[in-house]
C-alpha cells in the first residue's frame, strides 16, 4: 500500500514528529519491498518526482498551509526530513543492485588473449561437379558452389552424408 501524505491540522512539535514518524516507516516499508527494477523505479518516482511525489506533497500539505507564526521551525523540519527520504531513497535504490548490473559484461577486466600463431579458418570455394567429383579450381561445368572452411581439411556434403576429403 503506497503512502500518502496527510494534511496537517496541528502544526505543533509532538503533531510534525507523529507524522514524520509514520512517514518514514512507510518509507522503511516499501523500501524492505523493492525487487526488480520496476519496482525502484516506481519507488523512486513515488517518493522524489517534482509534480506528485511525496516530497513535492510535503511542501503542499504541510508547509504553505503552516500558520504564519509556525512557518519556520516546520519549514527547518521539512528540510530535515527532505535530506533524510533523498538519502534513504538512494541508499535503498543503491542496496538492491539491478539485474541489468549483475549481467553486465565488465570492460575493465583484461580480454581473452590469443596465443600467436593460432590457427585461424580460412573460406576456400569448392566446386561439386554432377559426376560426384570435388575441386578447387573455379572449372566452367561447376554445378553448385559452396564456401566451407578450410581447417586442414575440407568437408563435402554429398548424398546426405558428410565425407572427410583428402
Given at each position: 500500500m503506497a503512502y500518502t501524505v496527510p494534511q496537517l491540522k496541528d502544526f505543533s512539535p509532538a503533531a510534525l514528529d507523529k507524522a514524520v514518524e509514520k512517514l518514514l516507516s512507510a518509507l522503511d516499508q516499501e523500501s524492505a519491498a523493492l525487487a526488480d527494477e520496476a519496482q525502484r523505479k516506481t519507488f523512486r518516482d513515488h517518493w522524489l518526482a517534482r509534480k506528485d511525489g511525496i516530497l513535492?506533497?510535503?511542501?503542499?500539505?504541510?508547509?504553505?498551509?503552516?500558520?504564519?507564526?509556525?512557518?519556520?521551525?516546520?519549514?527547518?523540519?521539512?528540510?530535515?526530513?527532505?535530506?533524510?527520504?533523498?538519502?534513504?531513497?538512494?541508499?535503498?535504490?543503491?542496496?538492491?543492485?539491478?539485474?541489468?548490473?549483475?549481467?553486465?559484461?565488465?570492460?575493465?577486466?583484461?580480454?581473452?588473449?590469443?596465443?600467436?600463431?593460432?590457427e585461424s579458418c580460412l573460406h576456400t570455394n569448392v566446386f561439386i561437379y554432377s559426376d560426384g567429383q570435388t575441386r578447387r579450381s573455379a572449372d566452367t561445368d561447376a554445378m553448385t558452389s559452396y564456401v566451407f572452411p578450410l581447417c586442414g581439411k575440407i568437408y563435402h556434403v554429398a548424398l546426405g552424408e558428410l565425407e572427410i576429403l583428402k
Open positions: 513535492t506533497q510535503i511542501n503542499e500539505l504541510w508547509l504553505k498551509p503552516a500558520p504564519k507564526e509556525a512557518k519556520r521551525e516546520v519549514g527547518q523540519r521539512v528540510n530535515k526530513l527532505k535530506a533524510e527520504v533523498e538519502s534513504k531513497v538512494d541508499a535503498a535504490l543503491a542496496q538492491a543492485p539491478s539485474a541489468k548490473a549483475e549481467s553486465a559484461i565488465d570492460i575493465f577486466l583484461p580480454g581473452i588473449r590469443r596465443p600467436i600463431g593460432a
